[in-house]
């Protein structure tokens, strides 16, 4: 066998003097020590190679040796629970063998060989299989099902078939007659990370992620399925809210990718959502959570791989028809590890030296999320909340700008709103979202039919609050009329009453829809009285020493997430308020 040795070393790129013996985006393994490595260029006579791990250590003639495969991720039980680095070494299975740190070419199953599952079989010898179809079932945490796939592309006839029982990760299930021979299948599955996996159809979503948090599922929501971006800068409150996303949000499963964020904070998300309990079963969070760390101290390029290791794992469980969501927290480091390469690369820079195909990969990331029809006629989704951190919280800078392109909810964090320990920091003035008119229909008939226009006018009432604070600003209040003026009443409501919130308490950290109904029905009632009321010349001065907006605003303590009889009183309140001042 011909052997492959480096010519050249730049950080973690390298050069092999073989331009024949490569294929594009084929794993290798580099050095003495077998570092992965990933096929990124194949020129005229060199072939060049990023390296995902530290390449301190490697020298010029060091052997490489090709694989013929793409980069790939194992699937299969026993992902629940656990911890993985970038390119999918479990990580408390490392520490166990070598300690903190992890050693320069250690490699490690991402499964537990020694575990046994008990395997609930559905078909028999002599039935015939199609992709993605399920075989059987087991039960990898408590109370989740894992199910069995026939993988992508494998058409044919079962010649054996085991018995329901209990089995090892790697013991042979299944054996099935293809065209091209007899294929033999366990309880894992290998695929290209870079690739996405193959459905039936792709469907627009009228279905939202129900998070409890009222900012975002009443003014900006996100379908299951959908894209959502989170930008903000130092403090902002992102990690913060990808975690309380992940706690109480509706998805049956969620990945968690650390993608170049700093140590101390990886840990603490480690420890949070070890400790963290899921509401919805009394079990632990992690029992339906799968974490990918990927620290700014570990090799740049495994940030990139960490990213397509993340998607792969939700794709895998979408295939089984559970609703998946991804947080990606950060795609900002993601971006800055591919102008590393780029620049190492020596290829033309584009703005702020990113490389020119940012966009591109961007898309192809966010791409991967959807509402599909597998290929088992289950129905499935992957929903992406990426987290973007712009130096010096400037949203102009191309990352921020081009992952707008691509995501249709936008949640801007404002960093006055978080110093003034407003939560969640959501700008209501800079976020947006294009789910509403998706989701109309699932409003009406699940919740209420003028959901929606309650919805639009609480985005009415502040945009116009943002425009007389301004005037207030520039010349103060008192010259307003009082209809103004009940504008900002209203808005301050709104702030202080319904978009803020407090996750320290018990029905205030996750709120139900119907909840966050008749808030928005009160406060619309609110407004419309408090028009009724200045337009017969009575002063607002008067209104507001009576306390009525204060009691509102603290309705969101003062009524459980149960008794949503109790809004009717505050409507009563207002109107008997209303009639008794003179």
């Given at each position: 066998?011909?052997?492959?040795?480096?010519?050249?070393i730049?950080?973690?790129?390298?050069?092999?003097?073989?331009?024949?013996?490569?294929?594009m985006?084929?794993?290798?393994?580099?050095?003495?020590?077998?570092?992965?490595g990933?096929?990124?260029?194949?020129?005229?006579?060199?072939?060049?190679?990023?390296?995902?791990?530290?390449t301190?250590?490697?020298?010029?003639g060091?052997?490489?040796?090709?694989?013929?495969?793409?980069?790939?991720?194992?699937?299969?039980?026993?992902?629940i629970?656990?911890?993985?680095?970038?390119?999918?070494?479990?990580?408390?299975?490392?520490?166990?063998?070598?300690?903190?740190?992890?050693?320069?070419?250690?490699?490690?199953?991402?499964?537990?060989?020694?575990?046994?599952?008990?395997?609930?079989?559905?078909?028999?010898?002599?039935?015939?299989?199609?992709?993605?179809?399920?075989?059987g079932?087991?039960l990898?945490?408590?109370?989740?099902?894992?199910?069995?796939?026939?993988?992508?592309?494998?058409?044919?006839?079962?010649l054996?078939?085991?018995?329901?029982?209990?089995?090892?990760?790697?013991?042979?299930?299944?054996?099935?007659?293809?065209?091209?021979?007899?294929?033999?299948?366990?309880?894992?599955?290998?695929?290209?990370?870079?690739?996405?996996?193959?459905?039936?159809?792709?469907?627009?979503?009228?279905?939202?992620l129900?998070?409890?948090?009222?900012?975002?599922?009443?003014?900006?929501?996100?379908?299951?399925?959908?894209?959502?971006?989170?930008?903000?800068?130092?403090?902002?409150?992102?990690?913060m809210?990808?975690?309380?996303?992940?706690?109480?949000?509706?998805?049956?499963?969620?990945?968690?990718?650390?993608?170049?964020?700093?140590?101390?904070?990886?840990?603490?998300?480690?420890?949070?959502?070890?400790?963290?309990?899921d509401?919805?079963?009394?079990?632990p969070?992690?029992?339906?959570?799968?974490?990918?760390?990927?620290t700014?101290?570990?090799?740049?390029?495994?940030?990139?791989?960490?990213?397509?290791?993340?998607?792969?794992?939700?794709?895998?469980?979408?295939?089984?028809?559970?609703?998946?969501?991804?947080?990606?927290?950060?795609?900002s480091?993601?971006?800055?590890?591919?102008?590393?390469?780029?620049?190492?690369?020596?290829?033309?820079?584009?703005?702020?030296?990113?490389?020119?195909?940012?966009?591109?990969?961007?898309?192809?990331?966010?791409?991967r999320?959807?509402?599909?029809?597998?290929?088992?006629?289950?129905h499935?989704?992957i929903?992406?909340?990426?987290?973007?951190?712009?130096?010096g919280?400037d949203?102009?800078?191309?990352?921020?700008?081009?992952?707008?392109?691509?995501?249709?909810?936008?949640?801007?964090?404002?960093?006055?709103?978080?110093?003034?320990?407003?939560?969640?920091?959501?700008?209501w003035?800079?976020?947006?979202?294009?789910?509403?008119?998706?989701?109309?229909?699932?409003?009406?008939?699940?919740?209420?039919?003028?959901f929606?226009?309650?919805?639009?006018?609480?985005?009415?009432?502040?945009?116009e609050?943002?425009?007389?604070?301004?005037?207030?600003?520039?010349?103060?209040?008192?010259?307003?009329?009082?209809?103004?003026k009940?504008?900002?009443?209203?808005?301050?409501?709104?702030?202080?009453?319904?978009?803020?919130?407090?996750?320290?308490?018990?029905?205030?950290?996750?709120?139900?829809?119907?909840?966050?109904?008749?808030?928005?029905?009160?406060i619309?009632?609110?407004?419309?009285?408090?028009?009724?009321y200045v337009?017969?010349?009575?002063?607002?001065?008067?209104?507001?020493?009576?306390?009525?907006?204060?009691?509102?605003?603290?309705?969101?303590?003062?009524?459980?997430?149960?008794?949503?009889?109790?809004?009717?009183?505050y409507?009563?309140?207002?109107?008997?308020?209303?009639?008794?001042?003179?």
């Amino acid at each position: 066998m011909h052997t492959h040795t480096i010519f050249a070393i730049n950080g973690p790129v390298i050069t092999v003097n073989d331009a024949t013996s490569f294929k594009m985006l084929e794993m290798v393994y580099v050095g003495h020590q077998k570092l992965l490595g990933e096929v990124i260029q194949i020129q005229k006579q060199q072939t060049i190679v990023q390296v995902y791990e530290d390449t301190v250590g490697l020298k010029k003639g060091d052997p490489v040796f090709p694989t013929g495969e793409a980069i790939t991720v194992t699937l299969g039980p026993g992902l629940i629970s656990n911890i993985y680095d970038g390119i999918q070494r479990p990580l408390l299975d490392i520490e166990s063998k070598h300690g903190h740190f992890i050693p320069s070419g250690s490699q490690a199953f991402p499964l537990d060989q020694n575990k046994t599952w008990d395997v609930t079989v559905f078909l028999n010898k002599g039935d015939h299989v199609n992709p993605g179809m399920i075989y059987g079932e087991l039960l990898e945490t408590s109370g989740f099902k894992h199910k069995l796939l026939i993988p992508p592309n494998v058409y044919g006839t079962i010649l054996n078939i085991k018995k329901s029982g209990a089995y090892h990760v790697l013991d042979t299930i299944c054996e099935i007659q293809t065209h091209q021979g007899i294929e033999t299948l366990n309880l894992t599955q290998k695929w290209p990370i870079k690739t996405p996996r193959p459905v039936i159809s792709r469907h627009i979503s009228h279905e939202p992620l129900i998070s409890g948090q009222r900012v975002i599922d009443t003014l900006f929501p996100i379908a299951k399925g959908g894209t959502a971006a989170i930008p903000g800068g130092f403090g902002t409150g992102k990690t913060m809210l990808q975690h309380q996303l992940a706690k109480w949000c509706d998805a049956d499963l969620i990945v968690y990718v650390g993608c170049g964020e700093r140590g101390n904070e990886m840990t603490q998300v480690l420890e949070e959502f070890s400790n963290l309990i899921d509401p919805k079963t009394n079990r632990p969070l992690l029992e339906r959570t799968i974490l990918i760390a990927n620290t700014s101290n570990m090799p740049v390029a495994a940030r990139e791989a960490s990213i397509y290791t993340g998607v792969a794992i939700a794709e895998y469980y979408r295939d089984m028809g559970y609703h998946v969501a991804l947080m990606a927290d950060s795609t900002s480091r993601w971006a800055e590890a591919l102008r590393e390469i780029s620049g190492r690369l020596e290829e033309m820079p584009a703005e702020e030296g990113f490389p020119a195909y940012l966009p591109s990969r961007i898309s192809q990331f966010y791409e991967r999320a959807g509402y599909v029809e597998n290929l088992n006629h289950t129905h499935g989704s992957i929903t992406i909340v990426g987290a973007v951190s712009p130096q010096g919280a400037d949203f102009s800078e191309p990352v921020t700008q081009n992952t707008k392109r691509f995501v249709r909810t936008f949640w801007a964090l404002d960093k006055q709103l978080a110093y003034a320990r407003h939560y969640a920091a959501i700008n209501w003035n800079e976020s947006y979202s294009d789910y509403g008119h998706d989701l109309d229909g699932y409003y009406r008939e699940h919740v209420a039919e003028d959901f929606n226009t309650f919805r639009q006018k609480l985005i009415h009432i502040l945009s116009e609050e943002a425009k007389l604070l301004e005037i207030v600003k520039l010349i103060g209040s008192d010259v307003l009329p009082d209809d103004q003026k009940l504008v900002i009443e209203i808005g301050r409501v709104i702030r202080v009453g319904f978009l803020q919130q407090n996750a320290f308490h018990k029905d205030d950290t996750y709120v139900p829809l119907i909840k966050q109904y008749h808030m928005m029905r009160v406060i619309v009632f609110l407004y419309e009285q408090g028009l009724a009321y200045v337009s017969e010349k009575k002063s607002i001065q008067v209104l507001k020493e009576s306390s009525l907006f204060e009691r509102i605003i603290q309705m969101k303590y003062d009524t459980t997430n149960e008794n949503m009889n109790a809004f009717d009183d505050y409507i009563r309140i207002i109107r008997d308020t209303m009639r008794n001042i003179d």
